[in-house]
């Protein structure tokens, strides 16, 4: 039958994935390789760059370009990647670890600089592959392997920081809500500038047992109570000390991106020299 | 009524019970048997009452789920 499954962009020779039962990096998978689907991305023109973490092993499973960055800087070499090419579609996939707490300066220069990137962050609060140390996106009082008393940090709200960074766009679902995951990598897809799309997720191995959630579908559940539209989210008080989460759209602008700047940069000055660049 | 076939691939299913938690029919069950991951796996018990909403396959983190259509008007 004739629904979008993106399979083309799928792996399968090596799967099972490495990726514990329940995790939502395959759900955000799944829902990633959609959307190639959906924009009918040729393989040539895409590039995904992966962070390190659990969710940086994603460039195993895929078959369009990929490259595997060192830890916290796949925005960098993401960037690289774009400018050489323009032409090019530059994802960058890296975790909350990742992303945020190793490679947190390089998330806010992408953002300021507004590189057309769209960055997918799988959200789990703590640093999978090695443990369960707490990363910067672990909630207050939280326990970890490395805040065995719970977390005495408060944690970042990655989206804010993004917008108020200067990226185009910005948005956030949970894993229980995989239409809308493949809905918003295609609106960041389609967006010129820095888009950036937060998916929380569940760490079932390590973040949900230690916080009382002993099953995937424990966490599956809790996500669908805690994640709720802004019209929602508004309705309770003190939401955010309870835990809940504001998902969807958060922000979007259509500042110029870095190249276009660039490239008219570079225009003026080769016309103040005579058309000779 | 369109008709719809679920099939679970034994060997990439690690039995974490998704697929069951969004389905409104309850069409996959735990099967009781392990796979040679040794992943108790799921299997789709009541196929015949699939309505072909698509959330298993949304939510299958390993690619497991396949979802044909069957005939009917």
């Known amino acids: 039958m004739g629904h979008t499954n993106g399979l083309a962009y799928l ?11 329940g995790c939502g990096n ?6 990633m390789l959609r959307a190639f689907e959906a924009l009918k991305l040729e393989h040539h023109e895409v590039v995904a760059v992966s962070g390190i973490g659990c969710w940086g092993k994603v460039d195993d499973y895929i078959t369009v370009n990929a490259l595997h960055a060192t830890h916290g800087r796949a925005l960098s070499f993401a960037t690289g ?15 909350d670890g990742d992303g945020t707490t190793i ?5 806010i220069h992408s953002a300021r600089r507004n590189m057309d990137l769209t960055m997918i962050m799988v959200d789990n ?25 719970g977390n005495p940090e408060r944690a970042f709200d990655v989206c804010e920081l993004v917008r108020a960074a200067g990226g185009n766009y910005v948005a956030r679902q949970s894993i229980a809500e995989g239409a809308l995951i493949q809905k918003r990598i295609e609106e960041g897809l389609s967006r010129p500038g820095f888009s950036f799309i937060e998916v929380i997720s569940a760490c079932t191995t390590l973040y949900g047992p230690n916080n009382g959630l002993k099953t995937p579908v424990d966490m599956f559940r809790q996500f669908k109570e805690k994640c709720l539209p802004k019209e929602k989210y508004d309705r309770i008080e003190n939401a955010a000390a309870k835990g809940y989460l504001t998902t969807g759209v958060l922000h979007q602008a259509d500042a110029p991106d870095f190249l276009s700047q660039y490239e008219a940069m570079r225009g003026r000055l080769a016309a103040a020299k005579g058309g000779r660049a | 009524m369109k008709k719809y076939t679920v099939q679970i691939l034994s060997e990439r299913c690690k039995g974490c019970g998704l697929c069951r938690e969004v389905c409104s029919r309850q069409v996959p069950e735990n099967s009781g048997c392990f796979n ?8 789709a018990a009541q196929t015949e009452d699939c309505v072909g909403c698509r959330r ?8 497991s789920i396949e979802l044909t259509e069957t005939g009917g008007a």
Not at chain 1, 11 to 21: A, G, H, K, Q, S
Not at chain 1, 136 to 147: D, E, L, N, Y
Request: glycine share 14%; net charge positive.
């Open chain 1, 11 to 21: 792996r399968t020779d090596i799967l099972p994935n490495m990726w514990c039962p």
């Open chain 1, 26 to 31: 395959g759900i955000v998978l799944s829902a």
């Open chain 1, 81 to 95: 990647v774009k400018a050489a090419n323009p032409r090019l579609r530059v994802l960058v996939l890296a975790g």
């Open chain 1, 103 to 107: 490679g947190g300066n390089h998330l």
């Open chain 1, 125 to 149: 609060f703590n640093y999978g592959m090695t443990g369960g140390q707490y990363s910067a996106t672990t909630p207050g009082g939280r326990v970890t392997s490395t805040t065995r008393g």
């Open chain 2, 36 to 43: 040679r991951h040794g992943y108790e796996y799921f299997r």
């Open chain 2, 56 to 63: 298993c396959l949304m939510v299958c983190p390993d690619f």
